[in-house]
């Protein structure tokens, strides 16, 4: 376990190649809200863009554009799917590395999971046996990305519902684990740890503590729907107050790192994402 520090200790311990700029706060670029960007200019850090909506032309991609002229913009993949059967997909590399080029992305990010068998996509973020030939397995392939890509790389902790009993280490220690293994950087998610602790009868502030700090390029702040048995990642807002505790945690672990607010059901107008990005603004200070 990590442990507890004075703000920032971190930052001084991340290896060169994953010093990454503190963006500050910033949301998802959402379709609904490109108008009202555009038009207002509102103040934020980033805008955070899914990368597969981006890989064809057309209008997202003119939007996006328009967008990352005025902001810096991240992109975060959804179906990568590193812990799948089959190896890393080179044609999606290279469209994801031709878009971060487009968009002058500082990182790239993706979720350690898989995400489907074959050519078979379940469009769900899937865990993952959590046992050292895995670890190995992901570790290889993370590397190979980032060295791929050329820019640095991050893996996401996603939410989970369900746990393989062959799991031999914590998913904090298997977060870590590959992660240090693959010199690769950590998307941590607050959120998630939230949900898959309450889910499987977890120490939401051991896992936090339990990660490596020092490779945290990026915070997720979201909210979730609670079900008194369980909790599924919905990524509605406002942040519930535990998640934006947990949060404050992890910025006095880490140090100031680019932190972004997920909401992407129930979609609010413009106006409100911002006050509530407003709050993480104000729990990071």
Partial sequence: MAPRSASGQYLAMRPRHLVVPDLGIGIGLRVPHYASILEDQPELGFFEAISENYFGGGKPRFHLERIAERYPMVLHGVSLGIGGPLEPDLDYLRRLKELARLVRAPWLSDHLCWTGSGHVHL???????????????????????????????????????????????????????????????????????????????????????????????????????????????????????????????????????????????????????????????????
């Fill in 123 to 285: 469009h769900d973020l899937l865990p993952l046996p959590q046992t050292p030939f895995v670890v190995k397995r992901i570790a290889a392939r993370a590397r190979m990305i980032q060295d791929f890509l050329e820019l640095p790389f991050a893996l996401e902790n996603t939410s989970s519902y369900l746990a393989f009993e062959g799991s031999e280490m914590s998913e904090w220690e298997f977060i870590s684990e590959v992660v240090e293994a693959a010199d690769v950087g950590l998307l941590l998610d607050v959120n998630n740890i939230y949900v898959s602790a309450f889910n499987h009868d977890l120490d939401a502030l051991q896992f936090l503590r339990g990660l490596p700090h020092q490779r945290v390029l990026q915070i997720h702040v979201a909210g979730h729907t609670h079900f008194g048995t369980h909790i599924i990642d919905t990524h509605v807002g406002p942040t519930p107050t535990p998640v934006l505790d947990l949060y404050r945690e992890a910025v006095r672990l880490t140090g100031p790192v680019s932190t972004l607010l997920e909401w992407d059901q129930d979609i609010p107008e413009l106006p409100a994402v911002l006050a509530e990005a407003q709050r993480l603004r104000g729990a990071r200070a």
